[in-house]
């Protein structure tokens, strides 16, 4: 049988995650779940594993859920591991929003400074754990879904020796679903897409549809019928037809960041005023989800989930670990190492791209070059992010100033420090590298 071990599990996530293991059974018997908090999180363990435990209990399959606050006992043996732990809990992630608005700057949890603040505190637990899984499971694979989740990957290629480890984002799955919706597709098998960038950074590439190139039937058809955001987390700003058409790929929603930075930003400045950065939307949303999953009737996933932008993601997890249980050679969009895979990028940089999924692992597949107009905002973030990583490891201030102002959302070093300092004292519990 095969054990899994989820690091954060007190996440509101985490009955998607088993209601996935749940429909997979018989592919991918999954014999044991633990689920690893640490104290802040008991509570919202207890009540999310309960509900766990009850799923799994109305299904009748033989899967023994756990719950620990003991990553090392939960990690002995195990087959996978998955993240998706949050350091300093919502409330270092309503810093990350705030701090830098105060300075005109866009804050987001996976762009910006608070991208670069979120990597800080994340990337050292990564390493700890990986210490823990080098002694206690060495075979095991990691799936990481924890934010910034192509940062964290870039971190642990180019810091440590581990070399099973996988990002994951439920951005591509939701990518490939809107366009098969926007074509008009009635099955899945009549569209293929290849994806390529880096996390939030993608675009389709090349659309196939019914055998044929789609690339601008979608861009014409997002025209005339309007395209809907689908990351719930992102705010819906449509961009004009002359743009689409010559910008000529869809991209992630994340791009409005960087190419429609005045209105986000603005609109990120309403939003705080009212109280409403995405932090404390996401604070009400999971109080409720919470009230929910604590009702002894409830033996399923909540629609209220849907709420959340990381809605769905669990497909992209249990896909991922059955196509490496199973050897199944299908194709999925992972962050892993370049290798060739876009001829504009170094090799040993991680990418976020199609990919061919055996149990050796992701072969990423060649997409030749990124489009001149989207390359260049690209290396720009794989820049950050690699310093990023690299500030993560060494704690330097003056690499930690560089990182912060090559941000594109950022670009002013006067700026830049202000906001260092004041996130540097804000999150210093969660900083143990400076
Ligand atoms: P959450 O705030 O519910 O956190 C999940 C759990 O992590 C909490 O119970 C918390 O106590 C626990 N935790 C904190 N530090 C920990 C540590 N050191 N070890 C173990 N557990 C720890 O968060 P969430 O909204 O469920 O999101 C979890 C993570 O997944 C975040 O990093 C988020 O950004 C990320 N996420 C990623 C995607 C993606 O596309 N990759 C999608 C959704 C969420
Ligand atoms: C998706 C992303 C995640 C992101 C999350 C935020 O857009 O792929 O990486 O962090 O949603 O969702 P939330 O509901 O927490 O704002
Ligand atoms: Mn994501
Ligand atoms: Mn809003």
Same mark, same amino acid.
């Given at each position: 049988g095969i054990k899994i071990v989820t690091i954060g599990g007190g996440s509101s996530y #985490?009955?998607?995650?088993? *209601?996935?293991?749940?429909?997979?059974?018989?592919?991918?018997?999954?014999?044991?779940?633990?689920?690893?908090?640490?104290?802040?999180? @008991? *509570?919202?363990?207890?009540?999310?594993g309960h509900l766990a435990k009850r799923m799994v209990k109305k299904a009748e399959v033989d899967m023994n859920i756990y719950l620990s606050l003991d990553r090392r006992a939960a990690l002995k043996d195990a087959d996978f591991v998955t993240t998706q732990f949050r350091v300093g809990q919502l409330d270092a992630r309503e810093k990350d929003e705030l701090i830098p608005l105060k300075y005109g700057v866009i804050g987001q949890e996976t762009n910006g400074p608070g991208g670069m603040f979120k990597g800080l505190r994340t990337i050292p637990v990564i390493f700890d754990i990986i210490k823990d899984c080098q002694e206690l499971c060495p075979d095991a694979w990691i799936v990481s879904?924890?934010?910034?989740?192509?940062?964290?990957?870039?971190?642990?290629?180019?810091? #440590?020796?581990?070399?099973?480890?996988? %990002?994951?984002?439920?951005?591509?799955?939701?990518?490939?679903?809107?366009?098969?919706?926007?074509?008009?597709?009635?099955?899945?098998?009549?569209?293929?897409?290849?994806?390529?960038?880096?996390?939030?950074?993608?675009?389709?590439?090349?659309?196939?549809?019914?055998?044929?190139?789609?690339?601008?039937?979608?861009?014409?058809?997002?025209?005339?019928a309007g395209t809907e955001?689908?990351?719930?987390?992102?705010?819906?700003?449509?961009w004009s037809a002359e743009f689409l058409r010559s910008y000529g790929f869809l991209g992630i929603g994340y791009l409005r960041?960087?190419?429609?930075?005045?209105?986000?930003?603005?609109?990120?400045?309403?939003?705080?005023?009212?109280?409403?950065?995405?932090?404390? &939307? &996401?604070?009400?949303?999971?109080?409720?989800?919470?009230?929910?999953?604590?009702?002894?009737?409830?033996?399923?996933?909540?629609?209220?989930?849907?709420?959340? %932008?990381?809605?769905?993601?669990?497909?992209?997890?249990?896909?991922?670990?059955?196509?490496?249980?199973?050897?199944?050679?299908?194709?999925?969009?992972?962050? #892993?190492?370049? @290798?060739?895979?876009?001829?504009?990028?170094?090799?040993?940089?991680?990418?976020?791209?199609?990919?061919?999924?055996?149990?050796? %692992?992701?072969?990423?597949?060649?997409?030749?070059?990124?489009?001149?107009q989207t390359v260049g905002l690209i290396q720009q973030l794989k820049a950050f992010e690699?310093?990023?990583?690299?500030?993560?490891v060494s704690g330097n201030y003056d690499d930690a100033l560089v990182t912060m102002t090559i941000n594109p959302l950022v670009q002013s070093e006067m700026i830049a420090k202000k906001i260092l300092d004041e996130m540097l004292e804000a999150h210093k519990q969660y900083l143990p590298q400076f």
């Open positions: #985490t009955p998607e995650l088993v *209601e996935g293991f749940i429909k997979r059974y018989d592919e991918l018997p999954v014999k044991e779940l633990w689920l690893v908090d640490i104290e802040e999180g @008991q *509570e919202k363990l207890e009540i999310v879904f924890t934010n910034p989740s192509g940062m964290n990957a870039e971190a642990v290629f180019r810091h #440590t020796n581990w070399k099973k480890f996988i %990002g994951l984002c439920n951005g591509p799955v939701n990518m490939i679903k809107d366009i098969e919706k926007i074509l008009g597709a009635k099955s899945e098998d009549q569209v293929n897409v290849k994806i390529g960038g880096i996390n939030h950074m993608i675009y389709a590439l090349d659309i196939e549809y019914n055998g044929h190139n789609a690339n601008k039937e979608l861009i014409e058809k997002m025209i005339h955001e689908s990351l719930k987390n992102i705010v819906d700003i449509p960041y960087y190419l429609q930075k005045q209105q986000m930003l603005e609109h990120c400045q309403e939003d705080a005023k009212k109280h409403q950065c995405r932090a404390q &939307v &996401v604070k009400k949303v999971e109080k409720e989800l919470f009230e929910k999953y604590k009702d002894e009737n409830l033996d399923m996933k909540p629609k209220e989930l849907e709420q959340r %932008g990381g809605a769905y993601y669990s497909d992209a997890a249990c896909n991922l670990i059955s196509s490496l249980y199973n050897n199944k050679g299908d194709i999925q969009v992972v962050d #892993t190492l370049n @290798q060739g895979a876009i001829s504009n990028l170094p090799d040993d940089v991680v990418v976020e791209v199609s990919s061919v999924i055996t149990k050796d %692992g992701p072969k990423p597949i060649p997409v030749g070059d990124l489009p001149i690699i310093l990023t990583t690299d500030v993560a």
